[in-house]
T-cell receptor
Framework: AQKVTQAQTEISVVEKEDVTLDCVYE???????LFWYKQPPSGELVFLIRRNSFDEQNEISGRYSWNFQKSTSSFNFTITASQVVDSAVYFC??????????????FGKGTHLIIQP | DAGVIQSPRHEVTEMGQEVTLRCKPISGHNSLFWYRQTMMRGLELLIYFNNNVPIDDSGMPEDRFSAKMPNASFSTLKIQPSEPRDSAVYFC????????????FGPGTRLTVT
């Protein structure tokens, strides 16, 4: 069975600090997809990134970066120079099988990130 | 292009009443998903469809829940009869698997059963 663990329930940092959100996953499939979503206080779920199991390249998008390591089954998310607008709940998710987005997502419990001014 | 559309955005009903949630996926997307979010259980998959066919409904809590997708542009999630423990935010999402694989979520329906 697949499982996603986000051990950090809540993180609070001061603006401009760097912060890393941890995600550890479990799956028996060799083909799978990993995702991060952001849920701001308004409640919608905003897609941030997708990685497939064959692509371990790290990715950077502006202040956001992702570190995918199959050896430790981790897909961590780092925000550099955090801003108050980054305050939200962040979810890591897993989808098994070659269907990728055609299969349901298993979500972690989420990490509530608080950026203090 | 419009995103996933859900209605109603908020629903308050009394225990025992029938509740119907609606979803219109993004045009051209052929996979549709229903999720539920609660404080206790987090985000959990209820059911999903590929090309209007239900693929996996193992997440549906019990027989009081049913979902249909009569065509590519419309889906419903029905709860009959509703119970207070069904109170949650229900999200619909759609994706186009041959393409980018991402699931795009609607704004959600906040259901309160009193």
């Amino acid at each position: 069975a697949q499982k996603v663990t986000q051990a950090q329930t809540e993180i609070s940092v001061v603006e401009k600090e760097d912060v890393t959100l941890d995600c550890v996953y479990e799956t028996r499939d060799t083909t799978y997809y990993l995702f991060w979503y952001k849920q701001p206080p308004s409640g919608e779920l905003v897609f941030l990134i997708r990685r497939n199991s064959f692509d371990e390249q790290n990715e950077i998008s502006g202040r956001y970066s992702w570190n995918f390591q199959k050896s430790t089954s981790s897909f961590n998310f780092t925000i550099t120079a955090s801003q108050v607008v980054d305050s939200a709940v962040y979810f890591c998710a897993l989808s098994e099988g070659s269907g990728g987005g055609a299969d349901g997502l298993t979500f972690g419990k989420g990490t509530h990130l608080i950026i203090q001014p | 292009d419009a995103g996933v559309i859900q209605s109603p955005r908020h629903e308050v009903t009394e225990m025992g009443q029938e509740v119907t949630l609606r979803c219109k996926p993004i045009s051209g997307h052929n996979s549709l998903f229903w999720y539920r979010q609660t404080m206790m259980r987090g985000l959990e998959l209820l059911i999903y469809f590929n090309n209007n066919v239900p693929i996996d409904d193992s997440g549906m809590p019990e027989d009081r829940f049913s979902a249909k997708m009569p065509n590519a542009s419309f889906s419903t999630l029905k709860i009959q009869p509703s119970e207070p423990r069904d109170s949650a935010v229900y999200f619909c999402a759609s994706s186009y698997p041959p393409g980018d694989h991402e699931q795009y979520f609607g704004p959600g329906t906040r259901l309160t059963v009193t």
